[in-house]
């Protein structure tokens, strides 16, 4: 089952933008931080942005020569990756999926960390007359977001159950959430908090990762450009030490960091509490069981021919990014 043909192209067409692009960073002292998020925009998120609230995040980053932190927010992952190649990012907070595909389309990035791991994702059904299992969905027409880790959970769990939908659109969350409402789709796929939100509304998730598919879980990396990386060679231990202290922060005040990212995620303190969980932020740059999961997508990416021509992490990896 193949991702989208104009998800494909649009992928070269970036990387030829990245080859091509001459754009200055915005300053040496300035770091431009892309991420992605639905709730409170152009902020920071997960631990590294509860560390930024706190006033701990700049300090931290003081020994890499940054004074000032630039953020912009993406609804998803392949738009990310086009301000990246486009020169207008250093580094980059986002999804497995849409970081493994840059790299392996051109995009100049280097692997600092996984900083998330067993990122969660679920295929919620519609009301009436929805599937009640995956191979119903034979046939079917599935929401979700392209180029996402939930897009490769999807595509994973369709494959293992052996069933081809009719379609799959490409949907960000709230037009999947409104099709579902109006029975234009028969499924979407969706984290863990939109799922949790849903079914309190009454929807069904028939298939969930961490249940059903704990092998196609997702990772959130770190990347930084090739372009930043070669004026900076300080910010891949700096980051990563700022990184393992932001998650020691938040752990070590839970109830605040999960206040905090209820207020930036835009989900309901309760949905917030059940679906952030403290086995997803990992206390180093690159856990056996993170690297598992990504070598697992990667793999997966390239049988499905996005990869076109299969490379390893290690050639991925900044310098000196593991000991």
């Not at 990122?119 to 079917?140: C, F, Y």
């Not at 959970?153 to 659109?169: D, F, N, S």
């Not at 309190?200 to 704990?214: E, L, Q």
Request: net charge positive; glycine share 12%; hydrophobic share 40%.
């Amino acid at each position: 089952m193949k991702l989208p043909r104009v998800l494909a192209a649009a992928l070269i067409v970036l990387a030829a933008t990245a080859c091509g692009s001459s754009e200055a960073d915005s300053g040496s002292g300035t770091l431009r931080v892309g991420v992605i998020g639905s709730g409170v925009g152009n902020k920071l998120t997960r631990a590294v942005g509860f560390l930024d609230q706190r006033g701990e995040l700049l300090p931290a980053l003081k020994a890499a020569g940054i004074t000032k932190i630039k953020v912009a927010t993406f609804p998803n992952g392949p738009d990310l990756n086009q301000a990246l190649a486009g020169g207008s990012l250093d580094i980059g907070m986002y999804g497995d999926t849409p970081a493994l595909i840059g790299r392996g389309q051109g995009l100049p990035t280097r692997l600092v960390s996984l900083n998330s791991v067993r990122l969660d994702a679920a295929i919620v059904a519609k009301k009436d007359g929805g599937p009640a299992s995956l191979k119903d969905l034979q046939g079917k027409r599935i929401g979700v977001q392209t180029g996402s880790y939930i897009h490769r959970y999807l595509l994973g769990a369709l494959a293992q159950a052996g069933v081809k939908p009719k379609e799959i659109i490409h949907m960000y969350t709230p037009a999947i959430i409104a099709a579902l409402e109006k029975n234009s789709i028969d499924a979407g796929g969706l984290v863990s908090a939109d799922q949790a939100a849903e079914e309190k509304k009454g929807y069904t998730s028939i298939d969930v990762a961490s249940r059903n598919h704990p092998d196609l879980l997702g990772t959130s990396v770190t990347v930084v450009t090739e372009k930043y990386l070669a004026g900076h060679q300080d910010i891949v231990k700096v980051w990563q030490q700022t990184e393992v202290k932001s998650v020691r922060v938040a752990k070590a005040d839970w109830p605040g960091y999960t206040a905090y990212v209820a207020r930036t995620g835009g989900y309901a303190p309760d949905i917030t509490i059940k679906t952030t969980l403290k086995e997803q932020l990992p206390e180093e740059p690159f856990s056996a069981e993170g690297l598992k999961l990504l070598e697992g997508t990667k793999a997966f990416l390239v049988q499905q021919g996005l990869i076109k021509k299969a490379y390893t992490l290690d050639s991925w990896l900044a310098p000196g990014a593991r000991p």
